[in-house]
Each structure stands twice: as C-alpha cells, then as structure tokens.
C-alpha cells in the first residue's frame, strides 16, 4: 500500500514538473545598492561616536596615561570619520553610475524578428 502511494505522488509530481517547465521562470527583482554605502555609513556613525568621546574626555590625564597622553580615542575616530565620509562618497558615486547604466538599459530599443 505505502509502494503505491509513493509512486502515486512521484508522477504527481512528475506531472507538475513537466507542466510547470513550459509557463516562464520567474525571476526575482534584484536590488542594485552598493556596499561602499552601507560601509560608509557603520564608519562614520563609529568614528563619530569615538571622536565624540575622544573629546568628551580630553580633560582627563589618567585615562590616556597608557598612551603616553595621546588622545587615541579622538584621533582614531576621526579617521574612523575620515574613511567613512570617503567610502559614503565613492559608494554615490558608484550608485549613480550604477542608476545610470540601468536607465541606459531600459532605453535601448527592443529589435523585433522580421516576419
């Protein structure tokens, strides 16, 4: 009895198969968004967060003791900032162009088969 069952569902599905292989794959839409953007972004919002307690706590000698009294925090975040304001930068710049092919593409004519 389980014999035919499975056999049962196997040309069902079989069937289906060979049903669904004529209608056309439907192909998910792609979003088209650069990484450099997202990148930026983490760098940035982290660079400034770091800066700001760099300054925050500038005042304060024994916390920069272990750093010969260099004030890491501020400085790193800064280039923290710094990489991150270049990344965002090239990332819309990337974009940009990115929108442009697509709207290039879209603009193309469709050539049709002689009859």
Do not use: C, H
Request: net charge positive.
């Amino acid at each position: 009895m389980a014999k035919k069952d499975f056999t049962d569902l196997a040309r069902k599905s079989l069937s289906a198969t060979a049903s669904s292989s004529t209608a056309k794959p439907v192909t998910p839409p792609t979003l088209n968004v650069d990484a450099r953007i997202a990148v930026g972004m983490f760098f940035a919002l982290t660079g400034t967060i770091l800066a700001a307690f760099g300054l925050s706590t500038r005042d304060r000698m024994d916390v920069y003791a272990k750093s010969l009294g260099i004030d890491a925090n501020l400085w790193w975040g800064l280039a923290l900032l710094a990489f991150g304001i270049m990344m965002l930068a090239f990332g819309r710049r990337g974009q940009a162009r990115m929108e442009k092919d697509q709207g290039m593409a879209q603009e193309k004519p469709k050539l049709r088969r002689p009859r």
